[in-house]
């Protein structure tokens, strides 16, 4: 062991964005795979052209989750987008759910 | 090291074809994936159901595991027979096969019949491959906080455990401290992303980056529906019927209520823009009417709800028309 004394600073106030570049290096794809997830809805439509878009962490996630789908599931790029729904809808009524559950039902 | 009975994970015969396996390993990936799943352990299951699979899918190595023969048991302490030549014979691939970080570390037994890797992973770039440059692997932590805290913002303060390569290019790891701060109105699931802070890259590739993600701890009244609050609002029928001023509990601090006459059970009362801040403009609280019928024990008691009875009669249940 040694260094016990570095101490990471971390402020969520100072969430910076990825550009195009950093989030093809971090997910390492291509910008036809970034693109392609544009087209199905995957990620949101670039209003800019697409190389000056910023892009958040959730979205490198996202494009992380799309990744492991196609590679674990051999799931293609609609079915993913799918998925990628549904878990959304899922966390939503769970949270329903549970409101449900703490304040109507006793 | 344990045995692993890799069958048993796919839920398979010993004899099962190569068709058989892949329908189960599907079936099983499908019920497993980290991203899918809400199983308990989903990765582990699912880091196992790739390891069985690699193995059975392939002939080769199928072969292999089934010459170590049918009597263990899944978790037994496992020594290789004498003369155990398997992991030699797959050595010589196992440089491009098992490059996918995310798949994490196959077990100590798989290395050990199959030839290492996981925790060589990282060495690798120093010994075999002169070349070899890999970027570290990416770690993530859940910074855990109360609903309090989410409201007021906070300063985290905790420890880390972060792989790290020492001098003689041994992985281990090392206590960081980890100071997080959250501002007013952090989101639940809400991520960061700390660059190169994450496991140290080999061969004089990058650090991987750390991730942090916000979970805010369910509140013993309060929940959260994104900025919005939620809070069950217990109320005497009288207060229900006549109507009252009610001080009621906010992330923000009490704040008064006036519930109207004739008010039911279920019914939302908005306390706008008293639930988590945010842009353009902070959640609301909503206040849930409960109706408590307080119980007749004495004789008094009764006679009032009988007297309610006389004086009111009324039928909750006129829709039914029996």
């Known amino acids: ?106 | 090291m344990e045995y692993k009975d890799y069958y048993s994970v796919l839920g398979v015969d010993r004899k099962a074809t190569a068709d058989e396996i892949k329908r189960a390993y599907r079936k099983l990936a499908r019920k497993y994936h980290p991203d899918v799943s809400k199983e308990k352990n989903a990765e582990d299951q699912f880091k196992n159901l790739q390891e069985a699979y690699e193995v059975l899918k392939d002939p080769e190595k199928r072969t292999a595991y089934d010459q170590l023969g049918s009597n263990w048991k899944s978790g037994q302490e496992f020594r290789p027979p004498p003369g155990w030549q398997g992991g030699e014979q797959f050595r010589q691939a196992r440089g491009q096969q098992f490059t996918e970080e995310d798949l994490g570390g196959f077990s100590d037994f798989f290395a050990n019949i199959f030839g290492a890797r996981g925790q060589g992973q990282a060495r690798r770039g120093f010994e075999g491959f002169g070349q070899f440059k890999q970027r570290g692997t990416d770690q993530h932590a859940v910074v855990s906080i109360s609903l309090e805290e989410a409201f007021n913002g906070s300063t985290k303060t905790f420890q880390l455990q972060i792989p790290e390569i020492d001098a003689a290019s041994n992985m281990h790891s090392s206590v960081r401290t980890l100071k997080v701060s959250i501002p007013a109105g952090a989101e639940q699931g809400q991520r960061l992303r700390l660059a190169h802070q994450g496991g140290p890259g080999a061969g004089g590739g990058q650090a991987g980056d750390l991730y942090l993600e916000i979970d805010i701890q369910p509140h013993p009244f309060f929940s959260l529906q994104n900025r919005d609050v939620y809070l069950t609002l217990p109320v005497a029928p009288w207060e229900a019927a006549l109507g009252a001023d009610i001080r009621v509990p906010t992330l923000g601090g009490p704040v008064g209520l006036k519930l109207p006459p004739g008010s039911q059970s279920n019914q939302k009362m908005r306390l706008k823009g008293r639930g988590m801040p945010g842009k353009p403009h902070p959640g609301d609280q909503y206040a849930i009417v409960q109706i408590h019928t307080p119980p007749a024990k004495t004789e008094e008691q009764k006679q009032v709800y009988e007297k309610m009875a006389q004086t009111m009669p009324y039928n909750p249940r006129k829709d039914w028309s029996l």
């Open chain 1, 1 to 106: 062991m040694k260094k016990r004394d570095i101490v990471i600073i971390a402020d969520y106030s100072s969430r910076e964005p990825l550009g195009l570049e950093e989030l093809i290096e971090l997910s390492q794809s291509s910008p036809d795979f970034i693109q392609e997830l544009i087209e199905f809805g995957i990620l949101a439509p670039a209003p800019t052209p697409v190389t000056k878009r910023e892009f958040d962490v959730d979205e490198l996630q996202r494009i992380k989750t799309v990744q492991r789908l196609q590679r674990d599931l051999e799931i293609n790029m609609a079915g993913a987008a799918l998925v990628l729904d549904l878990l959304d809808q899922l966390d939503e009524m769970q949270v329903k759910i549970a409101l449900f559950e703490k304040h109507l039902m006793r």
